[in-house]
């Protein structure tokens, strides 16, 4: 799992930590986030360190419910491209099942499912990524996100009949109440919204049978193009674990599906190696952050998973000639 988000989730966190007295820049860049995530939205960055993040904002804000409110301002333009095919879908079943196969195109770290039981549909949300610890603030921005996007497909009008969380009950159910406007439950076998399956015939307004199946098309193209574009599936890998400090041949190779002599082939095959991608996009990391951001190198070494901020140096050096502090400058 490579344990990425697109960098559209970060939409409506700062405000929101200014407007509670908290300064927005320090919290996020402690864990890698910059402001100009804003300005390229499709990028990604770690779904941990982001479920940290909110962790750390709902203490510092004194707001357990700070993922709640977040979710105020996570809509289906959040999920960018996924969330258009989803507007041009003929009726909520097509929307919802374009949602499951496609999320991925979101985050690999969670994973969306549509059951029906009886007359009852259930929406659950599974975390999958290991070690991401209390992941109570992330599972309410999630289901609040939802509960969003069933307003948009369904009606602004139209209610959950059930909200399920795993964590516990909080002190304060009345914000819960007042977003949710449903039976809550709490300690529950799954993260999930229910509605009444009849919804799931509903036509979409406005949709487009054209624009959904050249979107829909487009998506199973990237699905079926992408295992044989090897150097690009390659630096998206990296890219996507670098963040997470877990990169190393054998963590890609493994994402996808391969051994590491396997991966070492096929790269030569292409007149390219593991280590010539890591570093083009290492560097290509790097200039971003020292352009638009105001991170420290010893942060910045962490970013681009070096155990030493020397051995950060000397690649940038080797990268451009000069040191990273009199190439910023």
């Known amino acids: 799992m490579a344990d990425v988000l697109r960098q559209a989730a970060i939409k409506g966190v700062p405000e929101l930590l200014s407007e509670m007295g908290v300064a927005p820049v320090p919290l996020l860049q402690k864990y890698g986030i910059s402001l100009s995530a804003l300005d390229n939205p499709d990028s990604f960055f770690s779904y941990s360190r982001w479920a940290a993040m909110l962790n750390e904002a709902a203490l510092a804000t004194n707001c357990p419910h700070f993922g709640l409110l977040v979710s105020k301002n996570h809509t289906m333009s959040t999920l960018g491209m996924l969330g258009l095919a989803m507007k041009q879908s003929p009726d909520v079943t097509a929307a919802l ?27 659950k949300y599974f975390i999958e990524v290991a070690g991401v610890e209390n992941v109570k603030q992330v599972v309410d921005l999630s289901l609040g996100h939802g509960l969003n996007i069933f307003k948009f497909l369904c009606g602004s009008q139209v209610k959950p009949s059930g909200v399920y969380f795993m964590h516990g009950m909080p002190a304060d159910v009345r914000p819960y109440k007042k977003v949710f406007d449903c039976p809550l439950h709490f300690n529950a076998d799954y993260n999930a919204l229910t509605y009444p399956a009849e919804l799931l015939a509903k036509p979409m307004s406005r949709h487009s049978d054209e624009m959904h199946r050249a979107l829909t098309s487009h998506f199973s193209q990237l699905e079926s193009n992408h295992p044989n574009d090897v150097k690009s599936q390659v630096a998206h890998s990296i890219r996507a674990l670098l963040p997470t400090g877990k990169s190393g041949i054998e963590l890609v190779a493994a994402s996808m599906n391969m051994s590491k002599r396997t991966l070492q082939k096929r790269l030569q095959e292409h007149g390219t190696s593991y280590q010539k991608l890591l570093d083009i996009v290492r560097s290509d990391i ?13 942060r910045l070494g962490d970013i681009l998973a070096y155990s030493e901020l020397s051995a950060f140096s000397r690649a940038f050096k080797r990268w451009f000639g000069v040191a990273p502090k009199n190439w910023q400058q």
């Open 97 to 123: 099942k374009t949602f499951e196969r496609y999320f991925y195109l979101h985050t690999d770290a969670a994973k969306i499912t549509n059951t029906v039981e009886g007359n009852i549909y259930i929406g």
């Open 286 to 298: 790097a200039k971003q952050y020292l352009v638009e951001s105001n991170v420290s190198m010893t």
